[in-house]
């Protein structure tokens, strides 16, 4: 395969118009809808040959993602494309102004292996439905959907319009030596970096999608049961490896004891068996022993068990952990818990500022105090009061990081501008207009626009 082939064909087929069309976009939308439902059962063998995950976990968290885009899209391309018209200022008059959405052009989207394919179809489907052309890397670390997704979009869609390129680090490298007029990335803030510095080269603008190590804060007004529960799924979801899982717990330390607790009957009670319908493996061996080099022992204060040949690690609660701890050094990408204590909640808000930005941040609490010093005293992607993750599944709400976990964001109309250059123009009239801005310059004419600006 050439690349530059796939690339050049693909501005040619850009610059023919027919991407821009609405029934066009919606139309291929509509196509890769069923596509994917034709498909469902080879998406669902695919993932869990990469990595165990369950069907359930496949469907809530990965294909209803896809199936509510595309459905967000349909529904809304009209009014999302739409030249939005906006005020004309007093020096204007008499004109009227406008906002277009315009397609950037040929987008490459770069994909993680954590979440497959919500986090590469997802870009992709937002690119077309912006009206860009698509090249699309997945991530070869999940090598089995990276086939599927080829399989399903390269036998159905032509190489000029939506393409997805197979390999690894060589042939990432080597795309990134095109010019593209869009690179949308998931991974780690390190390979961030690298596609940015490519991305500078042609001035392509980028939307980064990175991590960070996420914290979830539970203060003593907590309702403990709803914290526990909701903390639990989402650090668990995918054996740990979401990029907005809470990383790590700071708990207020006069309720550490019922708090690690209620923590452990949930463990319990979701029963996270290896292989099981509830529980994902590690996705590789590299991973999993990076992992359970963080275990330390005496640190544990439930789960800690593992199984190579499964790769399969115990949800494990780690505490007495400082921020010293080698745990705490890193995103965790995995199912480990390190939970701290603090004495005072906005000295704890002012540790968490010291560090690295984070993709997420959580608060568990009843107190409307600390939920007002939480959203302004420190900095995150996104977040939530009183759950974790779900933030990210509203598509009102923009997703993406800031500082070292990203830049720009997408879902819903976020993501369609994140795909879109937003065209300024200015209609005037041919008719009445005063003078005054065209020499020769004289003082009455200074006063008028004095008076005017
Ligand atoms: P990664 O950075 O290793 O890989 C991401 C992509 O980059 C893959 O497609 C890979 O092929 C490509 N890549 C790898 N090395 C490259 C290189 N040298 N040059 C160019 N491209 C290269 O990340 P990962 O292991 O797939 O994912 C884990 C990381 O991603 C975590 O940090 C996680 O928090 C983050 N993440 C972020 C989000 C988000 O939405 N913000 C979602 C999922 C994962």
Same mark, same amino acid.
């Given at each position: 395969?050439?690349?530059?082939?796939?690339?050049?064909?693909?501005?040619?087929?850009?610059?023919?118009?027919?991407?821009?069309?609405?029934?066009?976009?919606?139309?291929?939308?509509?196509? /890769?809808?069923?596509?994917?439902?034709?498909?469902?059962?080879?998406?669902?063998?695919?993932?869990?040959?990469?990595?165990?995950?369950?069907?359930?976990?496949?469907?809530?968290?990965?294909?209803?993602?896809?199936?509510?885009?595309?459905?967000?899209?349909?529904?809304?391309?009209?009014?999302?494309?739409?030249?939005?018209?906006?005020?004309?200022?007093? %020096?204007?008059?008499?004109?009227?102004?406008?906002?277009?959405?315009?397609?950037?052009?040929?987008?490459?989207?770069?994909?993680?292996?954590?979440?497959?394919?919500?986090?590469?179809?997802?870009?992709?489907?937002?690119?077309? %439905?912006?009206?860009?052309? =698509?090249?699309?890397?997945?991530?070869?670390? %999940?090598?089995?959907?990276?086939?599927?997704?080829?399989?399903?979009?390269? #036998?159905?869609?032509?190489?000029?319009?939506? /393409?997805?390129?197979?390999?690894?680090?060589?042939?990432?490298?080597?795309?990134?030596?095109?010019?593209?007029?869009?690179?949308?990335?998931?991974?780690?803030?390190?390979?961030?970096?690298?596609?940015?510095? %490519?991305?500078?080269?042609?001035?392509?603008?980028?939307?980064?999608?990175?991590?960070?190590?996420?914290?979830?804060?539970?203060?003593?007004?907590?309702?403990?049961?709803?914290?526990?529960?909701?903390?639990?799924?989402?650090?668990?979801?995918?054996?740990?490896?979401? =990029?907005?899982?809470?990383?790590?717990?700071?708990?207020?330390?006069?309720?550490?004891?019922?708090?690690?607790?209620?923590?452990?009957?949930?463990?319990?009670?979701?029963?996270?068996?290896?292989?099981?319908?509830?529980?994902?493996?590690?996705?590789?061996?590299?991973?999993?022993?990076?992992?359970?080099?963080?275990?330390?022992?005496?640190?544990?204060?439930?789960?800690?068990?593992?199984?190579? #040949?499964?790769?399969?690690?115990?949800?494990?609660?780690?505490?007495?952990?400082?921020?010293?701890?080698?745990?705490?050094?890193?995103?965790?990408?995995?199912?480990?818990?390190?939970?701290?204590?603090?004495?005072?909640?906005?000295?704890?808000?002012?540790?968490?500022?010291?560090?690295?930005?984070?993709?997420?941040?959580?608060? /568990?609490?009843?107190?409307? #105090?600390?939920?007002?010093?939480? =959203?302004?005293?420190?900095?995150?992607?996104?977040?939530?009061?009183?759950?974790?993750?779900?933030?990210?599944?509203?598509?009102?709400?923009?997703?993406?990081?800031?500082?070292?976990?990203?830049?720009?964001?997408?879902?819903?109309?976020?993501? /369609?501008?994140?795909?879109?250059?937003?065209?300024?123009?200015?209609?005037?009239?041919?008719?009445?207009?005063?003078?005054?801005?065209?020499?020769?310059?004289? #003082?009455?004419?200074?006063?008028?626009?004095?008076?005017?600006?």
């Amino acid at each position: 395969m050439n690349f530059e082939d796939i690339i050049v064909a693909q501005r040619t087929f850009f610059n023919s118009q027919k991407t821009k069309n609405l029934k066009f976009r919606k139309r291929n939308l509509e196509k /890769f809808r069923d596509l994917i439902i034709k498909y469902e059962e080879l998406l669902y063998e695919a993932i869990y040959k990469d990595f165990g995950k369950s069907k359930f976990d496949t469907f809530t968290t990965e294909i209803a993602f896809i199936l509510k885009d595309i459905d967000f899209y349909l529904k809304n391309l009209n009014s999302l494309a739409k030249p939005k018209k906006v005020k004309t200022n007093l %020096a204007n008059q008499f004109g009227s102004s406008k906002i277009y959405s315009e397609p950037l052009g040929c987008t490459l989207v770069i994909g993680a292996w954590n979440y497959p394919y919500q986090l590469s179809l997802s870009p992709m489907i937002t690119a077309l %439905a912006a009206g860009n052309t =698509c090249v699309l890397k997945p991530s070869e670390v %999940a090598e089995n959907t990276m086939k599927a997704m080829a399989k399903i979009i390269n #036998e159905n869609f032509p190489e000029e319009y939506l /393409f997805v390129a197979q390999g690894g680090v060589d042939e990432i490298i080597e795309i990134l030596k095109f010019k593209f007029d869009k690179i949308f990335f998931t991974g780690s803030t390190k390979v961030g970096q690298i596609v940015y510095e %490519a991305a500078a080269k042609n001035l392509t603008p980028v939307t980064l999608e990175l991590g960070g190590k996420s914290p979830a804060i539970v203060t003593s007004s907590a309702d403990f049961e709803v914290a526990a529960k909701r903390i639990v799924w989402g650090k668990f979801l995918n054996a740990g490896q979401t =990029c907005v899982a809470p990383d790590y717990i700071l708990v207020d330390e006069k309720v550490k004891d019922s708090f690690l607790d209620a923590l452990k009957s949930y463990i319990l009670k979701f029963n996270y068996a290896p292989r099981s319908e509830h529980y994902t493996q590690i996705i590789n061996q590299r991973n999993f022993d990076r992992l359970v080099s963080l275990i330390e022992q005496e640190k544990i204060y439930t789960g800690g068990n593992y199984d190579a #040949e499964k790769r399969y690690i115990e949800p494990t609660v780690l505490y007495n952990i400082s921020w010293e701890d080698p745990v705490m050094q890193e995103e965790i990408f995995g199912p480990l818990l390190p939970v701290l204590t603090f004495s005072n909640f906005n000295e704890a808000l002012i540790r968490i500022a010291e560090n690295e930005k984070p993709l997420a941040a959580y608060l /568990f609490t009843k107190n409307s #105090e600390e939920k007002e010093n939480f =959203c302004s005293k420190i900095s995150f992607g996104g977040g939530c009061i009183n759950d974790v993750i779900m933030h990210l599944s509203n598509e009102n709400l923009p997703f993406g990081g800031v500082g070292n976990s990203g830049i720009g964001n997408y879902h819903g109309k976020f993501g /369609f501008d994140s795909f879109s250059h937003q065209k300024a123009v200015l209609e005037r009239a041919t008719w009445g207009e005063p003078d005054f801005k065209y020499p020769p310059y004289t #003082e009455k004419k200074l006063n008028w626009i004095k008076k005017l600006l």
